[in-house]
C-alpha cells in the first residue's frame, strides 16, 4: 500500500507499514482521502532531524500515534504521527534514536528522497522554511480499509 505526495518541491511516494500500524495508517489515509493535507504548509523543519506538516482536521482514530514498535526504528525518509491521537506527521531527514519507542513510525519514502534533501537544504529561520514547503495534492495509491468498507478485504 503506498501514498504519494505532490509537493512543491518534487514528489514522495510512500510506502504505509498497515501490518505493523494500521490505526496510524488507517487515520493518515482516511486524512489524504479528505484532501486534509492538500495545501498544508511545512511548520518546522531542522537540518539533521525532521520537516513537520500540520493537519487540517483531527485524527479519526483515538489509537493512532501509540502503535509505537521497537523493531520500526526512525530512519533517513520515514514518516511519522507528531503525537497520539493527531494526524501531523513528520519526515525523518537522519536516524532518530531518541524518537524510537516514543513516536508511531507508520511508513518511509520509497520514492523522491531526493525531494527530501531539497526539503532539508532550503533554507530556514528559526527552524520554519523561508520559503513555504507546500503539500499540493497526495494521490493513493491502494486503500485496503476503503475495500473492507464495502466488504472485499477481510
Not at 488507517?26 to 482521502?33: H, I, S, Y
Not at 523561508?130 to 494521490?139: A, G, L, M, Q, Y
Amino acid at each position: 500500500m503506498s501514498v504519494s505526495l505532490d509537493t512543491s518541491l518534487g514528489r514522495l511516494k510512500i510506502q504505509l507499514f498497515y501490518d505493523e500500524c494500521p490505526h496510524g495508517c488507517e487515520n493518515f489515509l482516511a486524512q489524504c482521502a479528505q484532501d486534509n493535507y492538500d495545501g498544508i504548509k511545512a511548520k518546522r523543519s531542522e537540518k539533521g532531524f525532521i520537516i513537520q506538516f500540520p493537519s487540517k482536521a483531527p485524527s479519526i482514530h483515538p489509537e493512532s500515534g501509540v502503535e509505537t514498535r521497537p523493531t520500526i526504528k526512525h530512519q533517513r525518509g520515514t514518516i511519522s504521527l507528531t503525537k497520539p491521537g493527531g494526524s501531523g506527521f513528520y519526515f525523518a531527514y537522519a536516524r532518530q534514536p531518541d524518537l524510537d519507542g516514543n513516536k508511531t513510525v507508520f511508513g518511509r519514502i520509497i520514492e523522491g528522497l531526493d525531494v527530501l534533501d531539497k526539503m532539508e537544504e532550503a533554507q530556514t529561520e528559526n527552524n520554519k522554511p523561508v520559503t513555504d514547503i507546500t503539500i499540493d495534492d497526495t494521490e493513493i495509491h491502494f486503500n485496503p480499509f476503503a475495500l473492507r468498507s464495502v466488504g472485499q478485504l477481510k
